[in-house]
């Protein structure tokens, strides 16, 4: 056999065994996930309801299967230490399923993939429900397109107010913030940001604690 053909095959059996490599199997750690895994636990609800603290991003993954991660934003961090310059990535991402649950995670590291998992992790577990509903006066319908009532958050220095609006009117709001309340499930909303929304660890933040209240007030 050529040497050729000897490398042809290599890398199809290479090819073969990526998969398999890549593939996770998730192995849970604390006594919830275990419950989880075992079937006792069907939904993110009877955690929620029980209070349990969820440290494992497989317990999400397991109860939520269609939820989505996006990389919301990625930057340099640099800094001056007693062996020079040190400069390390920094990543935020958000993890929704479009349908009334959203997380958000940021991720540190010296790589940038290694910050991304971080920042993927964290999301995860950071994920939250939200009350969908109609609560504009010049819709009233019975429709989950919209947030319920006003409300209000807060994140550094950045404060973002979501309000109800009608059905067909569409999402009122920057790049960013417009494509976390898409992860979340809104269809229609006006919204008002104050602050230096360009720092998206801020404006993340105060997205996140707004949507949270249609769930903690409704």
């Known amino acids: ?31 919830l996930g275990q419950k989880v895994a075992s079937g006792q636990i069907t939904s993110l609800e009877e955690i929620i309801e029980s209070g349990d603290r969820i440290q494992e991003a497989g317990i999400i993954k397991k109860l939520l299967p269609d939820l989505k991660t996006e990389v919301v934003d990625v930057g340099i961090i640099q800094k001056m230490t007693s062996n020079g310059q040190s400069t390390r990535f920094k990543a935020i991402v958000a993890a929704g399923n479009g349908n009334g ?3 958000v995670g940021q991720g540190k590291s010296k790589q940038m993939r290694i910050a991304i998992e971080k920042a993927n992790n964290q999301a995860y577990l950071n994920v939250s429900p939200i009350k ?30 979501i309000l109800p609006a009608p059905r067909g009117l569409g999402l009122v709001a920057g790049g960013k913030i417009k494509r976390l309340l898409e992860l979340a499930g809104l269809k229609d909303a006006w919204t008002t940001a104050y602050g230096s929304t360009t720092t998206m660890n801020s404006t993340s933040k105060a997205l996140l604690e707004c949507l949270r209240q249609t769930f903690s007030h409704g």
């Open 132 to 161: 969908l509903g109609c609560g504009s006066w010049e819709c009233r319908c019975d429709q989950k397109h919209s947030v319920p009532f006003k409300v209000r958050g807060k994140g550094g220095s950045v404060t973002i107010e």
């Open 101 to 103: 649950w959203l997380g």
């Open 1 to 31: 056999m050529s040497q050729v053909q000897e490398k042809k095959d290599s890398d199809r059996g290479e090819r073969r065994r990526r998969p398999r490599e890549e593939e996770e199997v998730w192995v849970p750690k604390t006594i």
